[in-house]
């Protein structure tokens, strides 16, 4: 037994039971408190100096004193007879007020200075992302999928051609993954393969981001992890921190239930943080895993995530770190979020429920994309002004005063959003969702590439 092993049996929690009869039991904790003067670790007392001396701080220091010690010396120097030739003199009094009054400025000014450094808006960017791509035997085709829907015997005639009219028109290509929970026979669906899915597309996708950025582990300050459907205890970005050996004092999150949103809510809490934490890498991962969420069931409006939902995640590096400027792919400029949760409607259109005969699943109501629609034309009406050039802004003001004050029947402008951007990448939550957005935003197919072949290969 090593000393630290040692010293932790000294420090550990201790317990004494003592039964008084067979229904009772009186339990007694007792801990003794670690010698903290003989315990002290040199690394932790390190991290203590360094949230206090970041670069702003030891800036504003290196500028303040010796600004502080040039005006001590000054009116040190200045002697009784000085002060009352002052008084007397009435040029040389107004030379010292003007002397002052310069002073005085310029204090001000660094004040000025050094408060805007303090609060300053940090650039984000996004240095590099990785998917996880599975190995060659997690692959499984549309048909393959069908007929081990058939084969499992849970659902009935009916809505198996449900499932193969869904899965004909997805628009999910034949290379798109499954886990080994749910491909076995009979399906395996438990904790244990949920957190061995789990573990491989995390693990996977930052080993890939690790490599392609040559960033190392530890490094990283900032971890956010979301998975709607599963979450485990311990968290699943605990899982990454011991898989790593990340830092001790890493600022980690675990989202869970956020829905189609979470990948973006990760990389606006991320660029939050970044904010208010100079000088640090941040790393998002988004997944979803389906081992523990299969459907075996007959309701048709769960059915809809069999069909399209498939094992995968990414993962991607955030830094607000100048010298990283030159080689990220972007920076993080806008991010703008609309909560429909207040509504019935909003709230209720993807919906974690038992069915009829008490079968877990996650149920799409039929007003889905109405509502998903509602929010997005809610959102871009935010994201417009910040974007969009002058014009595009003017001729959709123009065509709202006519159409709400004057009364004129005209259709509603809807601006030209490719003058404000080169690329989309929208939610690839289905052909029918893109095939409407690709109409609403008059988007060209080479504009909704990237999309569909997310939907085609994941």
Not at 80 to 99: F, G, H, K, V, Y
Not at 212 to 231: A, E, H
Not at 298 to 319: H, Q, T, W
Not at 351 to 362: A, H, I, N, S
Request: net charge positive; aromatic share 10%; charged share 25%.
């Amino acid at each position: 037994m090593d000393k630290d092993s040692i010293e932790m049996d000294k420090e550990r929690l201790t317990a004494e039971m003592a039964f008084k009869d067979s229904s009772s039991a009186v339990i007694k904790i007792r801990r003794r408190l670690p010698d903290f003067l003989q315990s002290v670790k040199l690394k932790y007392v390190k991290l203590g100096y360094g949230y206090s001396c970041n670069p702003a701080t030891i800036l504003m220091v290196a500028l303040i004193l010796p600004l502080l010690y040039t005006i001590l010396v000054h009116f040190i120097d200045l002697k009784m007879d000085r002060i009352s030739e002052l008084w007397t003199n009435q040029s040389l009094r107004l030379e010292s007020i003007d002397a002052a009054t310069t002073l005085a400025a310029s204090l001000f000014m660094f004040f000025l200075f050094a408060l805007y450094y303090a609060k300053r808006s940090r650039p984000v960017y996004l240095v590099d992302f990785a998917c996880y791509k599975p190995e060659d035997d997690r692959k499984m085709s549309v048909d393959s999928f069908l007929k081990m829907t058939e084969d499992s015997g849970a659902f009935a005639e009916d809505t198996l051609q449900f499932q193969r009219r869904i899965s004909t028109r997805s628009g999910l290509g034949d290379e798109t993954y499954f886990p080994r929970g749910i491909t076995s026979t009979p399906p395996n669906l438990c904790m244990e393969e949920a957190r061995s899915e789990a573990e491989a597309v995390m693990f996977g996708a930052l080993d890939t981001l690790f490599e392609k950025t040559g960033v190392n582990p530890k490094d990283i300050g900032i971890l956010i992890v979301n998975c709607s459907l599963f979450n485990p205890t311990p968290s699943l970005s605990a899982m990454i921190v011991k898989h790593y050996k990340l830092r001790t004092d890493i600022k980690s999150y675990n989202l869970g239930g956020m829905g189609c949103s979470a990948g973006l809510i990760s990389v606006e809490l991320a660029k939050n943080l970044l904010q208010a934490n100079p000088n640090t890498y941040a790393v998002v991962v988004s997944t979803e895993n389906i081992t523990l969420n299969w459907y075996f069931g007959n309701d048709r409006s769960m059915l809809l995530c069999n069909c399209i939902f498939r094992m995968g995640g990414a993962a991607v590096l955030l830094s607000n770190k100048a010298g990283d400027k030159s080689r990220s792919k972007y920076q993080l400029v806008h991010l703008v979020r609309t909560h429909k949760g207040a509504d019935d409607k909003h709230y209720n259109c993807v919906y974690q429920r038992e069915d009829e005969k008490g079968t877990v699943g996650v149920s799409l109501a039929r007003e889905l994309m109405a509502v998903a629609g509602d929010a997005l034309k809610t959102n871009i009406t935010t994201l417009g002004p910040l974007v969009l050039p002058w014009t595009e802004q003017f001729m959709f003001f123009v065509t709202l005063v006519r159409k709400k004050i004057f009364k004129a029947k005209v259709k509603p402008y809807i601006p030209d959003f490719k003058l404000a951007f080169e690329h989309f990448c929208i939610h690839a939550g289905g052909r029918a969702v893109l095939d409407e957005l690709q109409k609403n935003l008059q988007l060209t197919d080479w504009h909704m590439e990237p999309s569909r072949m997310t939907l085609h290969r994941f």
